[in-house]
């Protein structure tokens, strides 16, 4: 016991690799350009409709490749070497994005090509996420894996609101086109990270059992389904994502139609939930162990709930700012402990295939959530669909915090916990 309270935090511990600090300073300023530019969109979109609908649309344009190619994805992730992959699809993320910073230069998006680039980006997006997720187990040591894993997780999660963050910030004293254009430069970035990494290849694993990709994909279906930890914690973040993160998606709607703001109203609430991000990934990455990570879960949960309610009941506008800094701490939190305890259970040739579908249900639910809630939003305002959700979070935590407890037990059975 001694010695473990004199272990260096998990922040210290995982940055002791080369290889995976590298991967870092490359990783997360590209993760937070990739969210600032769907924001920068998502607000082009506002200012060209007003229609909450074609906000809504544009994040299921961006989020639905998810759900369509993360099976295969996760196979890619699992079969080839992880490097390789990484380089060529984010070369493909560096053209894509430049054509929307140029179109954008030249003046001639239109609401049909912010869907088209959406998708485009999304589709990339579908296809590095495996990719991104288990690269760490090659950049570390097996005992520091855990660490890594929450810093990794802490990366993806937390710049999905840190990035909106800074969107809304720039975006008062920028266009939207020039959010673009910086994207496209933090992908060459991270590029460049990746010719720099001294990794050993990636083994690809051989397909057991069944031939053929479409085998593959479903041998990894069974193996989450079958699974006792990894099935019902995809379970509950398939619940959360398509009730509480469709806010986010919409937060330009709810800075212009609930609030009456501008894109200042934007930048404010977008940083809030940026810092609650930011703060929520170092406490979570410096603990650096599994321990308590089920029942944080469960607490997170209950905690989106009522900031969901308040949220959509207050007409303060800085109450509603006080609001987003708790979303992005709870978003981030229990996004980040459910990653973390997958990734220590998942047997590391069918990690890349867990780790898609975990993608496919945290962004892809949420992209479903936002068509769904931003179609009701303009019919009933955005208030009245977002207390709904809300209020069926209460029944969501109540079933998750049950199985959360079950969870708890098998990992210390398991021995990933101390008894």
Not at 13 to 39: E, K, M
Not at 255 to 270: I, K, P, Q
Request: hydrophobic share 50%; glycine share 12%.
């Amino acid at each position: 016991m001694a010695s473990e309270a004199r272990r260096p935090g998990g922040l210290k511990r995982a940055f002791s690799h080369g290889n995976f600090l590298i991967y870092f300073l490359g990783n997360f300023p590209s993760q937070i350009g990739v969210w600032a530019q769907r924001t920068a969109l998502g607000w082009l979109a506002w200012k060209m409709t007003d229609s909450a609908f074609y906000v809504g649309l544009l994040g299921f344009a961006d989020l639905i490749p998810i759900i369509l190619l993360s099976p295969f994805s996760g196979y890619l992730t699992d079969r080839f070497d992880r490097l390789v992959l990484g380089k060529i699809i984010t070369t493909a993320n560096i053209f894509v994005t430049g054509a929307l910073a140029t179109l954008g230069f030249a003046d001639l998006l239109t609401i049909e090509l912010l869907v088209l680039f959406a998708f485009l980006t999304g589709v990339d997006h579908a296809m590095f996420q495996p990719v991104r997720s288990t690269l760490i187990g090659v950049l570390t040591s097996k005992e520091d894996l855990s660490a890594a894993i929450a810093i990794n997780g802490f990366s993806w999660n937390s710049a999905r609101f840190i990035g909106p963050a800074v969107a809304g910030v720039a975006l008062q004293f920028t266009q939207e086109t020039t959010i673009f254009a910086a994207n496209a430069l933090l992908y060459l970035w991270f590029l460049i990270s990746f010719w720099l990494l001294d990794a050993p290849k990636h083994t690809a694993s051989e397909p057991v059992g069944s031939d053929g990709a479409i085998g593959q994909i479903i041998a990894g279906y069974r193996y989450i389904y079958n699974h006792g930890l990894i099935g019902p914690l995809l379970g509950i973040l398939a619940c959360a994502s398509l009730l509480t993160r469709p806010l986010v998606e919409l937060l330009p709607v709810a800075s212009g139609a609930m609030f009456d703001r501008g894109v200042d109203g934007l930048a404010m609430l977008t940083s809030a939930m940026g810092i609650g991000a930011m703060c929520a990934g170092y406490w979570i990455a410096q603990r650096g162990r599994l321990e308590g990570m089920a029942k944080i879960t469960a607490n997170t949960l209950l905690g989106t709930m009522v900031v969901l309610l308040i949220f959509a009941t207050t007409k303060n506008f800085y109450v509603a700012v006080g609001c987003m800094w708790c979303v992005g701490f709870q978003y981030s939190t229990y996004a980040t402990c459910i990653q973390t305890m997958i990734q220590t259970v998942a047997e590391d040739h069918m990690r890349g295939r867990v780790l898609a579908l975990y993608g496919m249900i945290w962004i892809g639910f949420a992209g479903i959530g936002a068509l769904i809630v931003g179609g009701l939003a303009d019919l009933l305002g955005l208030r009245v669909p977002l207390a709904a959700a809300g209020i069926l979070c209460l029944g969501v935590w109540y079933w998750a915090s049950k199985r959360l407890k079950k969870i708890d037990e098998e990992l210390k059975n398991l021995g990933h916990i101390g008894s």
